[in-house]
């Protein structure tokens, strides 16, 4: 913690201890976007969802280039998830909405992303279809009750890896083996 007594958790994973008490978290892996004193928002970047997004860019009347019409959404978190949210790589200087979350990722949720994409010239981007998020103090709370383990993020891991295997490449990345952990506390 800093002299603030605040976490500064952007751009860092989220992967949920054994003792994680909300079911919807237990299998998912968050990107974090942004933490402050303020509180937390990120995206569920593990989960995708049977909706692709050529089917998406077709339903916003865009065609779609052959790669994206298999390329999942993902199911980016429980609020608001009609939205979309555009994670990717690099710069937002070009686009009406967007913003650096850190190492050359950003997030955009503007349409006219939803060109580039069409035109396949985003080499690394995630569709996240509604985010989650943590009011003031709730998130350092989660922490400290041990909820969470928390490993800075990784554009590998973000982007390229498979959606079955992120959690665990996450989970690797801390040297956390989850066959060693138990729930369950014992008397003396």
């Known amino acids: 913690m800093n002299k603030n007594n605040t976490l500064k958790?952007?751009?860092?994973f989220l992967l949920p201890s054994p003792s994680m008490p909300d079911e919807r978290f237990v299998d998912a892996l968050i990107y974090l976007c942004r933490h402050n004193k303020e509180g937390a928002w990120g995206f569920i970047v593990n989960q995708p969802l049977s909706q692709s997004v050529g089917k998406l860019l077709?339903?916003?009347d865009l065609p779609s280039p052959?790669?994206?019409?298999?390329?999942?959404?993902?199911?980016?978190?429980?609020?608001r998830p009609e939205a979309g949210f555009v994670l990717h790589t690099g710069l937002p200087d070009s686009y009406a909405s967007s913003f650096v979350v850190g190492e050359n990722v950003c997030l955009?949720?503007?349409k006219d992303i939803l060109t580039r994409i069409y035109m396949n010239q985003i080499p690394h981007y995630l569709l996240c279809m509604g985010f989650c998020s943590?009011?003031?103090?709730?998130?350092?709370?989660e922490l400290a009750d041990n909820d969470w383990f928390v490993?800075?993020?990784?554009?590998?891991?973000?982007?390229e890896a498979k959606?079955?295997?992120r959690l665990d490449l996450a989970y690797q990345k801390l040297g956390v083996d989850l066959g060693k952990f138990t729930t369950h506390i014992g008397r003396a």
């Open 151 to 159: 490993c800075p993020a990784d554009l590998h891991i973000l982007f």
């Open 108 to 110: 955009t949720t503007s």
């Open 163 to 165: 959606f079955t295997d």
């Open 9 to 12: 958790l952007t751009h860092h």
């Open 58 to 60: 077709h339903e916003l």
């Open 66 to 79: 052959k790669q994206t019409m298999q390329t999942p959404a993902m199911q980016g978190g429980f609020i």
């Open 134 to 141: 943590w009011s003031k103090g709730q998130l350092e709370k």
